[in-house]
């Protein structure tokens, strides 16, 4: 069964760092384009960034509202994607899902939630 | 940035009815747009890509069309798990967005 879980989410203050996983069970990571996504409390959904696959190096792209602060990445022996989120801002708090990038995106995970706040 | 615009954003409807949702792309992004069902406290579910292509496993009930700025989501014979949130998205380029969402619900 194809299956992604994400975890790493909590509490943490403004200016303050987190990394979130999301381990994928069921397909091969590094043959898919890999997608963060969020949704702020009562919300519509809103893309944070993408990984592209093996094929294509491994290269990212990032929403202008995280970009310079959030970092995509993988590890492939543990078929593991990763959100670094950095200097967060209030306006970060959300559900954070990460999403296989096929045809738009065809699977997600159950979502971790991020709340940033002193 | 391409605005992905919704209508209606919420709508009534009963069991057995069919609805549509409309969905309007500020620029053209040929048939790259896709559709979710959502329901409270859950993660979306891809219902249609390509806006007419169902994923594997949705039911037929489901439909899409359109292309260039203007698309639909239809539903047919509604069943009490089809009352969720409804949002089209555009991956004709980046950043990726979505519409603002539509709220089904039951009258």
């Known amino acids: 069964e194809v299956q992604l879980v994400e975890s790493g989410g909590g509490l943490v203050q403004p200016g303050g760092s987190l990394r979130l996983s999301c381990a994928a069970s069921g397909f091969t990571l590094s043959d898919h384009y890999m997608d963060w996504v969020r949704q702020a409390p009562g919300r519509g959904l809103e893309w944070v960034g993408r990984?592209?696959?093996?094929?294509?190096?491994?290269?990212?792209e990032y929403a202008a509202s995280v970009k310079g602060r959030f970092t995509i990445s993988r590890d492939g022996s543990k078929n593991s994607l990763y959100l670094q989120m950095n200097s967060l801002k209030t306006e970060d708090t959300a559900v954070y899902y990460c999403?296989?990038?096929?045809?738009?995106?065809?699977?997600w995970g159950q979502g971790t939630m991020v709340t940033v706040s002193s | 940035d391409i605005q992905m615009t919704q209508s209606p954003s919420s709508l009534s409807a009963s069991v057995g009815d069919r609805v549509t949702i409309t969905c309007r792309a500020s620029q053209g992004i040929s048939t790259s747009l896709a559709w979710f069902q959502q329901k409270p406290g859950k993660a979306p579910k891809s219902l249609i890509y390509a806006a007419s292509i169902l994923q594997s496993g949705v039911p037929s009930k489901f439909s899409g069309s359109g292309s260039g700025t203007d698309f639909t989501l239809s539903i047919s014979s509604l069943q009490p798990e089809d009352f969720a949130t409804y949002s089209c998205?555009?991956?004709?380029?980046?950043?990726?967005?979505f519409g603002q969402g539509t709220k089904l619900e039951i009258k």
């Open positions: 999403a296989r990038g096929h045809n738009s995106f065809d699977v």
């Open positions: 998205q555009q991956y004709n380029s980046y950043p990726y967005t």
């Open positions: 990984t592209r696959n093996k094929a294509n190096s491994y290269t990212t």
